[in-house]
């Protein structure tokens, strides 16, 4: 049974930092691609950051570039999301998201993780 598991959310004031973590089980992480979204009220869902099955590879939604970094721990099947210089418009349910490849490829998605930013 798949399950990816969101946690480190909560309540920061503005320019603070938070870590989201999603351990993963179920499935080969270390073959999966994986990444965090993110959807405010009222919006849809937006990519914020991807990082490949090896770590090799990483990219970020502008509006994170310079604040946000993503990380994996093959080891510890979780992926992670260090959240710096926190903004009100970063408020949203964060969540995780696995792509194992493959024909067709298998997609995952956690349960979310609020995060509010507000002072």
């Known amino acids: 049974q798949v399950q990816l598991v969101e946690s480190g959310g909560g309540l920061v004031q503005p320019g603070g930092s938070l870590r989201l973590s999603c351990a993963a089980s179920?499935?080969?992480?270390?073959?999966?691609?994986m990444s965090w979204h993110r959807q405010a009220a009222g919006e849809a869902r937006e990519l914020v950051a991807v990082?490949?099955?090896?770590?090799?590879?990483?990219n970020y939604a502008d509006s994170v570039k310079g604040r946000f970094t993503i990380s994996r721990d093959n080891a510890k099947n979780t992926v992670f999301l260090q959240m710096n210089n926190l903004k009100l418009e970063d408020t949203a349910v964060y969540y995780c998201?696995?792509?194992?490849?493959?024909?067709?490829?298998?997609?995952?998605w956690g349960q979310g993780t609020q995060v509010t930013v507000s002072s």
């Open positions: 179920g499935f080969t992480f270390s073959l999966a691609h």
């Open positions: 998201k696995a792509v194992l490849p493959g024909t067709p490829a298998a997609t995952y």
């Open positions: 990082i490949t099955n090896f770590g090799a590879y990483t």
